[in-house]
């Protein structure tokens, strides 16, 4: 089974600054990770499939880059609506498996 | 848009069963694998559970396999998954998610809204 391993596990920032998470799997998924946006009573939704494709409708202020074990999600420039909880996920081979998630919140 | 809605979920006891639902819309459903995903009480996300879109593929997590059975009935665009065994550590919020393909996996969009089980006595 893969283990991805996110970081930080809290990220405190302000409106405006640039994020970046990390995600890094104990063997290489190739491109095959995807980064998830959970808000609190709220189902997780996609924003990067396959390393760095936005998905539909996510904002290009959202990018995700890396191959291999390591990975980045930038936010480019934080909204109120982008503090939540992130997870990323690969799909090299099953069992799926999520990063234990980073928690972005307002400073 | 595809659009997914959990059902089932409960109060029951250990060693109980219960049978979760997702109704699927918006999409041809045999065009696409399903999986279940759950997330206990204030933790991460774990995969429970994947069905290719003609079915003949199943996967369950270590946790679930032998416990759990996914089925998914074409007729009725729905997703079942059957719990027996049910165990305290079972109790977490149950969401079904589409996948990509039907005979892959590919990343998961888009999710129902969850449905609540608990498992205590």
């Known amino acids: 089974e893969i283990v991805l391993t996110q970081s930080p596990v809290t990220l405190s920032l302000s409106p405006g600054e640039r994020a970046t998470l990390f995600c890094r799997a104990s063997q290489s998924v190739n491109s095959y990770l995807a980064w998830y946006q959970q808000k609190p009573g709220q189902a997780p939704r996609v924003l990067i499939y396959?390393?760095?494709n936005r998905a539909a409708g996510i904002p290009a202020r959202f990018s995700g880059s890396g191959s291999g074990t390591d990975f980045t999600l930038t936010i480019s420039s934080l909204e109120p609506e982008d503090f939540a909880v992130y997870y990323c996920?690969?799909?090299?081979?099953?069992?799926?498996?999520f990063g234990q998630g980073t928690k972005l919140e307002i400073k | 848009e595809a659009h997914l809605v959990e059902s089932g979920g409960t109060l029951v006891q250990p060693g109980g069963s219960l049978r979760l639902s997702c109704a699927a819309s918006g999409f041809t459903f045999s065009s696409y694998s399903m999986n279940w995903v759950r997330q206990a009480p204030g933790k991460g996300l774990e995969w429970v559970s994947y069905i290719s879109g003609s079915t003949t593929t199943i996967y369950y997590a270590d946790s679930v396999k032998g416990r759990f059975t996914i089925s998914r009935d074409i007729a009725k665009n729905s997703l079942y998954l059957q719990m027996n065994s049910l165990r305290v550590e079972d109790t977490a919020m149950y969401y079904c998610?589409?996948?990509?393909?039907?005979?892959?996996?590919?990343?998961?969009?888009?999710w129902g809204q969850g449905t609540l089980v608990t498992v205590s006595s």
């Open positions: 396959d390393g760095s």
């Open positions: 998610a589409r996948g990509q393909t039907a005979a892959g996996g590919g990343w998961f969009d888009p």
């Open positions: 996920q690969h799909r090299s081979n099953w069992p799926y498996t």
